[in-house]
């Protein structure tokens, strides 16, 4: 039924850029908080960020504060992640998540989930 799919990951160098977009489709979206974790291998899935139902409140990682950013589009079902200057240690695979009216950092309180997408972070 409900669907997230990630898109935009790939191999970067460090100190470059990636945009990452997750797509809604069979979700009344603009009711959902969304999120971004990310899980390393042989690490624990951790919290990125995420962003409220109408875009105005955020919460950040501390380790990406400053260089991520998170926002949404709820005309067009969309959260993205842009991310800066990336280093070594961003590498993992990121998913997208929504989590139903609030926002939240905790994996386990989000409802829906996406299958992840890839970031390699080359030195």
């Known amino acids: 039924q409900v669907q997230l799919v990630e898109t935009g990951g790939g191999l970067v160098q460090a100190g470059g850029s990636l945009r990452l977009t997750c797509a809604a489709s069979?979700?009344?979206?603009?009711?959902?908080?969304m999120g971004w974790f990310r899980q390393a291998p042989g690490k624990e899935r951790e919290f990125v960020a995420a962003i409220s139902t109408g875009g105005v409140t955020t919460s950040y990682a501390e380790s990406v504060k400053g260089r991520f950013t998170i926002s949404r589009d709820n005309a067009k079902n969309t959260a993205q992640l842009q991310m800066n200057s990336l280093k070594p240690e961003d590498t993992a695979v990121y998913y997208c998540a929504a989590r139903h009216i609030s926002i939240a950092t905790v994996d386990n309180q989000y409802n829906y989930w996406g299958q992840g997408t890839q970031v390699t972070v080359s030195s």
């Open positions: 069979r979700l009344t979206f603009s009711i959902y908080a």
